[in-house]
């Protein structure tokens, strides 16, 4: 009886910290689009929330994956890379090869998903921070697509335009699919042994295996998903463009863990959510198309991200602090 009552009185603040951050989210996001539309009469239109919704599929589904990787205290660099050699490969299958159009993406993901299980089986069997793993990937792997492609951009045309298709009022069946992913994804986090076991790994791994739970081949399985979540990305992207350039993606490890971050995901490991990472996928995604609309440089546009996501991790450093006081 008494551990029952002490486990709901550890729960009860973690369930306070995620309703705040969730509730703190969606007023960034609502401010956000206030701003921009008064800044930009052309902000507050369908088209304007149309063009980010079919934009943000490629990165919501990565953030998805680093969320993952976050939770059991590792990180993956390579994720942009990977997503420019799945995109490669189902190109050269289709256009070199003449694979068929399914084929050619079962290769993307199968691409993904070797990629982050080689990560994941490195730092395991060798003990390496995931850091210095994945930033080999990011240097082999791009190296690669850059083989794959010739280092040309190669034009899939409509091959898999079925993936960018409008099917709900002008948004895109890759859209659907994010937001699917991340229904599913939150419910094995939260809902399943697994999501427990990468909480508890990213918590005290040490105390995961003292009580009998092996966490390497759980920490493989996370950087397997995200790997295969970036192969995802390749094709969503492909669709998009109609195309597999060898340089995509570069930087975007960068986006996809700043999107995580904002979301109130711990960099320490333990700690995070999918839904409160889709919320820091739109903030970055409606402050990219905010500023563009508003003629901000690049340079402005660098800066201004950049001081966002440091007062993202400021804000939640002083949450964790409150909570635990």
Known sequence: MNTSVTSQAAAAPVWRTQLGTFIGLAAVLVGMVALFSWLSEYFWSRETFVTIANEIPALAVMAVGMTFVLIIAGI???VGSVMALSAATSAAAILQWHWSVPAAAVLALATGLLCGAVTGA????????SFIVSLGMLEAVRGSAYLVTDS???YVGDAISWLAAPVLDGVSSAFVLAVLIVIVAQLVLSRTVFGRSMVGIGTNEEAMRLAGVDPRPIRIAVFA???LLAGLAGLMQSARLE???PNAGTGV?????AAV????TSLMGGRGSVITTAFGVLIIAVLEAGLAQVGASEPSK???TGAVIVAAVIVDTLRQRRGAA
Do not use: C, K, M, N
């Not at 490195?122 to 921070?129: D, G, Q």
């Not at 490890?253 to 863990?257: D, G, P, R, S």
């Open 253 to 257: 490890e960068l986006q996809v863990i």
């Open 225 to 227: 998903l995200i790997g």
């Open 76 to 78: 993956d660099l390579s």
């Open 152 to 154: 040309r951009t190669q």
């Open 302 to 304: 660098r800066i201004i």
């Open 122 to 129: 490195v730092s395991v069997a060798w003990r390496l921070p």
């Open 261 to 264: 971050v904002i979301g109130g």
């Open 243 to 245: 195309a597999a350039d």
